[in-house]
């Protein structure tokens, strides 16, 4: 069913790119622990070094997983916006093609969450 605004609806939409004084939305998502209902946002610089999100900004926010201290970083399998990548950990988030809204998933192998429950 289509669905018509009514006369004057305005669309103000918040989460543009100029809304976040230089900074851009990026979302980072961690496979198979579902102790983490969704993937975490974060306002982050384009010019972030993909090693300072890994370990600078996920610690914040998946640390309290008992499997995150386990993580072998060289093993991580990485997904951007739905496709396999390999990020260059000294390149900026943006040289490793993060933009705006970007979702970052990362699954770890041989860690199925908690006791293998995937939470």
């Given amino acids: ?4 605004a009514k006369d004057g609806y305005v669309d ?3 989460d543009r790119v100029e809304n976040f004084h230089g900074n851009q939305l990026v979302y980072v998502g961690w ?3 579902l102790l983490f209902s969704a993937a975490w946002a974060f306002p982050l610089p384009p010019e972030m070094p993909f090693q300072g999100l890994v370990s600078e900004v996920m610690p914040g926010s998946f640390n309290d997983h008992p ?3 386990k993580i072998d970083w060289t093993s991580v399998e990485w997904v951007l916006d739905g496709k396999s990548f390999l990020p260059d950990m000294d390149k900026s988030l943006k040289d490793n093609g ?5 979702l970052i998933r990362f699954k770890t192998p041989g860690l199925m969450g908690v006791n293998g429950t995937r939470l």
């Avoid at 069913?1 to 018509?4: D, E, K, L, P, Q």
């Avoid at 993060?98 to 970007?102: C, F, I, L, N, Q």
């Fill in 67 to 69: 499997d995150f201290e």
């Fill in 12 to 14: 103000n939409v918040r």
């Fill in 1 to 4: 069913m289509a669905i018509i």
């Fill in 31 to 33: 496979d198979d622990h």
């Fill in 98 to 102: 993060v933009g705006h809204k970007s």
